[in-house]
């Protein structure tokens, strides 16, 4: 189950990571060159960041056995119980969280933090759902099978895309902001591919015909 999981989380990083290298390659080139943004696709977020992590209820029966690590229930001071997988007494791998006022959280938890927080399929991403990354990236809108596939927006320390992807990339219709201006249009397999305009923050711009992210 360790291995699994492990594998899963790997999966995911390095998803992250190719969005991040094929972001770059438009942002540091001279990029010339429609799709009108829609709001959000998600809606708000059960999920709360704790200033410290709440202290285990030790008058709870089920707390007790979340003195080592592996799936079961722990019951908090504050009246928050999260029942899952942990790791040294805090959610770590698939769990829920359910708080004192009855939001629910359930998602993918690592040392005690949500990372993924949506729908699942066998342990993965599937449906909505948001991750935030080690790196500070967020992607938040639909999955498929732990990919990033239909609607979603994707923010990271360059810049913001807002659209469509398939299988792992942007795809279809969407608009990037990157550092050095804003790129509208059509997209296949995370290049610029199709009709799609660019502004430059300088105030000049394009729009035509892009193939191959040129």
Same mark, same amino acid.
């Given at each position: 189950? #360790?291995?699994?999981?492990?594998?899963?989380?790997?999966?995911?990083?390095?998803?992250? @990571?190719?969005?991040?290298?094929?972001?770059?390659?438009?942002?540091?080139?001279?990029?010339?060159?429609?799709?009108?943004?829609?709001?959000?696709? #998600?809606?708000?977020?059960?999920?709360? %960041?704790?200033? %410290?992590?709440?202290?285990?209820?030790?008058?709870?029966?089920?707390?007790? #056995?979340?003195?080592? %690590?592996?799936?079961?229930?722990?019951?908090?001071?504050?009246?928050?119980?999260?029942?899952?997988?942990?790791?040294? @007494?805090?959610?770590?791998?698939?769990?829920?969280?359910?708080?004192?006022?009855?939001?629910?959280?359930?998602?993918?938890?690592?040392?005690?933090?949500?990372?993924?927080?949506?729908?699942?399929?066998?342990?993965?991403?599937?449906?909505?759902?948001?991750?935030?990354?080690?790196?500070?990236?967020?992607?938040?809108?639909?999955?498929?099978?732990? #990919?990033?596939?239909?609607?979603?927006?994707?923010?990271?320390?360059?810049?913001?895309?807002?659209?469509?992807?398939?299988?792992?990339?942007?795809?279809?219709?969407?608009?990037?902001?990157?550092?050095?201006?804003?790129?509208?249009?059509?997209?296949?397999?995370?290049?610029?591919?199709?009709?799609?305009?660019?502004?430059?923050?300088?105030?000049? %711009?394009?729009?035509?015909?892009?193939?191959?992210?040129?």
């Amino acid at each position: 189950m #360790m291995i699994v999981q492990a594998y899963r989380y790997l999966l995911l990083l390095l998803l992250a @990571a190719a969005a991040v290298l094929t972001a770059g390659k438009g942002d540091d080139s001279e990029q010339r060159g429609v799709y009108n943004s829609t709001d959000s696709v #998600m809606g708000s977020f059960a999920c709360k %960041s704790y200033q %410290s992590w709440p202290a285990i209820d030790e008058s709870s029966n089920k707390s007790k #056995m979340t003195k080592h %690590s592996g799936k079961g229930t722990i019951s908090y001071d504050n009246g928050d119980v999260y029942e899952g997988e942990f790791r040294n @007494a805090a959610p770590y791998g698939l769990g829920k969280m359910t708080y004192k006022d009855g939001r629910v959280c359930e998602g993918i938890w690592k040392n005690g933090k949500i990372e993924y927080e949506g729908e699942l399929l066998d342990g993965l991403p599937h449906g909505r759902g948001k991750w935030i990354y080690p790196n500070g990236s967020v992607y938040e809108g639909e999955w498929k099978v732990g #990919m990033w596939h239909g609607k979603g927006k994707w923010t990271y320390s360059h810049g913001t895309y807002e659209g469509e992807f398939r299988d792992g990339l942007r795809h279809g219709k969407g608009r990037h902001i990157f550092s050095h201006g804003t790129y509208e249009g059509e997209w296949k397999n995370g290049e610029r591919h199709g009709q799609g305009s660019f502004k430059w923050t300088d105030g000049s %711009s394009y729009e035509g015909e892009w193939k191959e992210d040129k």
